[in-house]
């Protein structure tokens, strides 16, 4: 999985992030957060001496510290972090103490409860410290943030659920409790092996959830994510398939899956050469269910024949 790669570099970058007094964060990071948000984090505007510790948590919210102390982020502060309990993410403790423990209205208010926060302040609250991680900092251009997707949708902060990333739920199985029209496709005849029951790949192989530049969060541009896999159709070629350049691997292929051979989107392979090829000379009146591809062998790009015969 790609994310597996990216361990290494997301622990030590939540580490360096986490030592930082957060009253402190790069101004380059909160104008940014701002300008995605349009607000300034509560994390970014609350100072030292209002922290508390996580120590004192833990007598009034008891259960909540024993999943915290399961969890990754509690062991960024077994490491030293500094701030990296939990008023990292809840923001300072201090009023919420005092006026929790004097009874009075408000305490709730006085920090960040998560429960009542509306997506976009739950994600900027975190991103806090991940927006640094070169996976996510696109999250705020991303699909999921236009649709107000926040980051608890998926990861528990808390529990260590012996899934990668502290999902909620393992791949593919989390993202098909959104996508269930993508997940109808991976159960047709020739598909991607990413049901559940097959299990080589994962949605994350392909698309980032925290968002890219590219369309439907692709990890790359063009073809290039197809080519991880498929290297042999990529060329580059002295005579390109100029439709595979331009319109991708999709102009031809079902990305997911489908009924017909090759995930293609029509069954008769002919059927999807007429999309561009509308014009046939007079002497390819072919036989019944003879296929263009008997003849143009290398439909992908060829270095020998501009005509793709070989």
Not at 32 to 52: C, H, N, S
Not at 62 to 88: I, K, N, R
Not at 91 to 106: F, K
Not at 204 to 223: A, E, F, K, V, Y
């Amino acid at each position: 999985m790609r994310w597996a790669r990216d361990e290494q570099e997301r622990r030590a970058t939540l580490s360096a992030t986490a030592r930082r007094n957060l009253s402190f964060l790069p101004a380059a990071l909160v104008g940014g957060l701002i300008l995605i948000f349009g607000f300034v984090p509560e994390a970014a505007t609350q100072q030292a001496d209002d922290f508390m510790g996580s120590d004192l948590c833990q007598e009034c919210h008891p259960d909540e510290w024993e999943t915290f102390t399961a969890g990754v982020h509690y062991s960024l502060e077994l490491e030293g972090a500094e701030f990296a309990g939990c008023e990292t993410c809840h923001g300072a403790g201090l009023d919420h103490v005092d006026l929790a423990g004097a009874g009075e209205d408000g305490a709730l208010d006085a920090i960040i409860t998560f429960s009542r926060e509306s997506a976009k302040e739950k994600t900027a609250q975190c991103l806090t410290c991940h927006a640094e991680m070169e996976t996510q900092q696109h999250y705020g251009i991303g699909d999921h943030m236009n649709v107000g997707v926040a980051c608890s949708d998926c990861h528990s902060a808390h529990e260590d659920l012996r899934i990668h990333a502290s999902l909620q739920q393992s791949e593919p199985g989390l993202c098909f409790q959104c996508h269930g029209e993508t997940r109808g496709q991976f159960v047709l005849p020739n598909s991607h092996p990413v049901y559940e029951n097959k299990g080589f790949m994962v949605c994350s192989d392909c698309h980032n959830p925290h968002g890219t530049t590219n369309r439907t969060q692709l990890w790359q541009s063009g073809n290039d994510t197809c080519a991880e896999c498929h290297a042999e159709k990529k060329g580059p070629w002295v005579f390109p398939h100029v439709p595979v350049e331009t319109d991708g691997c999709t102009v031809c292929h079902q990305p997911h899956g489908s009924t017909n051979n090759f995930m293609l989107n029509y069954a008769e392979t002919w059927l999807n050469c007429l999309q561009c090829h509308t014009a046939i000379p007079s002497f390819h009146q072919m036989p019944a269910r003879q296929e263009c591809t008997s003849c143009h062998a290398q439909i992908h790009g060829s270095n020998l024949d501009p005509n793709f015969l070989r």
